[in-house]
């Protein structure tokens, strides 16, 4: 394997490690599918004054 | 100081609240119980707060919203109450209004959408308002921003200045007897619980048990009351609740006869009206309903989606083999170039090639729901879901199913009755959600490419008449009872918003996306890796020695009387319990196919009967874990997700269904078996 091989690698690396925090910071979230949610506005309000804080 | 925003549903109260607050809100939920708080500072009023309460009818304690709504003007004692009235509906949010004067709080009435009855034709007398209810009344409009000043600026003159409505008396007769002795008759007690004697008396002349046992009245003292309601009903020839309830809007009828001058129908009501009595019409209103889901489906599977996907299948392809020859080119190690091509590329790449199907689907679903079709729908579909045990109320958080379970069961904390909520939240994962698109669009182009449209059709149609046979059964056994009465407001038909149309499809494309590039990213990821070494961590050349073939075989037998016994189908399905979509890459990722050769790729696996079966099978199995977090949440159950979660298993037989009417008629059995 060379430079370019490891390159790679860490970049996926990153990736999934980025990927699982997402998923864990959100885990108790709805899951999605916001524009059929009628509390979707609530949820965006809610992530606004958290990441404010 | 702190304001309390009160009013009916869909008087513009959120819309006011966002005016009043601007971005300066805080969300959380009422204590104990599934009703949202929002909590806000008055713009240019530093240290004076709003809460929007929830959307209520009256201060009756039938319902969570209503409970609270009244806890929280009682025992918070909030400074001054802003009672928002929708202008162009006077006389039913006046009940409301004349309910919270009797709580005697500093209040001041906004009257919302006038520019709506200006433009209709319409005016309203403000200081005979104002001089009858005996509160400022203020005119506004929350949608424009009109007005808004001076009703922040009356209502923290009436607060600070403690001014109290200066008249709660609106009976005669024998109510007005009835209310005052009862007032007198349980005084000390309401001033014990800090509630005004009046509110007290009207609560228990309507029979309100908990306001009842608050007061904690001595046996001669509910006797007397009882004595005085049952002489006022002799006197009426009526209950209690209607003697009120016809005191109250006789008082309305007179003051909204002396103030205001009715608009004209508007011509958006008059066309609605027209427009109803086709689309409701009680013979037409289903198949009209049903017409218009086959069409959208065609359009979606059949013609636009399905042209659109397979325009982004091949780009992902070609962008795939690019990215192929670039890294040949450079001398990736060929485990590295496995994991990037076929592993990332092929699975990711698989699933998005669905986007445009579920875009165009939610496309046509967003116009129906921005015009105020979908309100109807529900209302049509009332008397249907209460043979079911259900109301029309349901049919929302149902329909909202149809894109994802899990806000669809956080939706049902909008139904009153909570034997309704669990019972809707039970059935909702029935409504075949979006996730599920990729896996019966991949088979359907594989299996069934010239009916698409029909077998989609055919799998939502079942998932829907399994979910009506769950309902009876559930009606039968675990939720006995008749679901609440369902009262409902039909909007006026409108030209759906483009704006919000394109939102609601960035926000679905954008959560998809999101799906995309962290759960299927992390789970193809490890199908690879699953499948592309052996327990010892070797590099397998083919994928029959993999770790995951041996987990895939492990598993088979237990699908094997459903036709699809192979290992790569068996682990495909586990994979799904993570995310739905992930079966679609995990079979891209096993069968080393791309989009392209996906329809062979998948015909060394299934046959068309056991294709079927599969998409049965997909349809009625497990839903994601998302999901089953959200019942266990929602029904603050984990007995209730493990029901969810095995109650179904017994519904995977129906998978065997296609087999058995295959045999019926009497095709090569060597077909019905892989």
Sequence with gaps: ?53 | MMFALAGNQNCGKTTLFNQLTGSNQHVGNFPGVTVESKEGVIRGYKENTVVDLPGIYSLSPYTNEEIVTRDFLLKNKPDGIINIVDATNIERNLYLSMQLIELHIPMVIALNMMDEVRANGGTIKIDKLQEELGVPVVPISASKNEGIDELIDTAVRTARNRQYPRRQDFCSGAVHRAIHSIAHLVEDHAERIQTPPRFAATKLVEGDEPMRNALNLSENEKDMVEHTVSEMEHELDTDREAALADMRYTFIDHLCADSVVKCGESKEHARSVKIDNLLTNKYLAIPIFLLIMMTIFWLTFGVIGSFLSDLLSEGIDLLTAVVSDALTAYGMNSVVHSLVIDGIFAGVGSVLSFIPTIVVLFFFLSILEDSGYMARVAFVMDKLLRKIGLSGRSFVPMLIGFGCSVPAIMATRTLSSERDRKMTILLTPYMSCSAKLPIYGMFTMAFFPENRALVMIGLYVLGMAVGILMGLLLKGTLFHGNPVPFVMELPNYRLPSPKSVCMLLWDKAKDFLTRAFTVIFVATIVIWFLQSFDTRLNPVSSGEASMLAGIGRWIAPVFAPLGFGDWRASTALLTGFSAKEAVVSTFAVLTGANTANMPSALASVFSPLTAFSFLVFTLLYTPCVAAISAVRREMNSGKAAVGVVFYRQVLLGLSRLPFIIWGCCLCDREDMIL
């Design chain 1, 1 to 53: 394997m060379n430079g370019i091989d490891f390159a790679i690698l860490a970049i996926i690396f990153v990736l999934v490690v980025l990927a699982v925090r997402y998923a864990w910071n959100h885990r108790n979230s709805c899951g999605g599918n916001c524009s059929g949610c009628s509390h979707s506005q609530s949820c965006q309000n809610l992530r606004d004054h958290s990441e404010k804080k």
